[in-house]
């Protein structure tokens, strides 16, 4: 368990502790006690803060491994671009045909766009897998832009963009960092 994760718990139980401390004393004290009143209410009080705390548990819980992934998604998005253009500096260098534009241009603008993405609470582990795909695909069209492989993989390619494109676009819209 990570120390922050240890420290969350370990705060989880004192709240739980308080709260059913001060639950014996309520119990311990008459209705017609004037103390009853400020005792209950402190008591409510507590079990409030503890729901609260509750609630954002999961999310507190799971923010390390969000900014892990955080990290992971956007230096993957940043090196694919530096690797589109460079590939496309390398396909105009070698005097490749320019055709080949067409393939790396919309690949470049598609990098481009990745930087923007919000990594979540709720979908980091599935934005981090699609950030691994991007690097296959991009593979690919290195392969595919320098001749290695043939130019029918561009159908594969295509359909690399599509399913990444889909999978961010399936995801729900939290709009900002959580």
């Known amino acids: 368990m990570a120390a922050t994760e240890r420290d969350l ?42 729901l609260a705390f509750e609630q954002t548990l999961p999310t507190r819980l799971a923010e390390p491994q969000r900014l892990r992934s955080a990290k992971i998604v956007r230096w993957s998005w940043r090196a694919q671009t530096v690797v589109s253009i460079t590939l496309i500096t390398a396909v105009l260098v070698l005097d490749r045909t320019a055709w080949w534009l067409l393939l790396l241009i919309p690949h470049v603008l598609a990098t481009l766009l990745g930087w923007s993405i919000k990594v979540t609470v709720q979908q980091h582990k599935q934005q981090r897998g699609i950030a691994f795909a991007l690097h ?38 939290q709009g900002a960092k959580k």
């Open 9 to 50: 718990h370990e705060q989880h139980r004192a709240m739980t502790s308080d709260l059913a401390a001060r639950h014996a004393r309520v119990k311990e004290l008459d209705f017609d006690d004037a103390e009853f009143d400020g005792q209950y209410t402190a008591m409510v009080q507590r079990a409030e803060e503890l």
């Open 136 to 173: 296959a695909l991009c593979v690919l069209v290195i392969l595919v832009a320098l001749g290695v492989l043939s130019a029918w993989w561009i159908i594969a390619v295509l359909i690399g963009w599509a399913l990444i494109g889909g999978a961010y676009a399936d995801a729900p819209q």
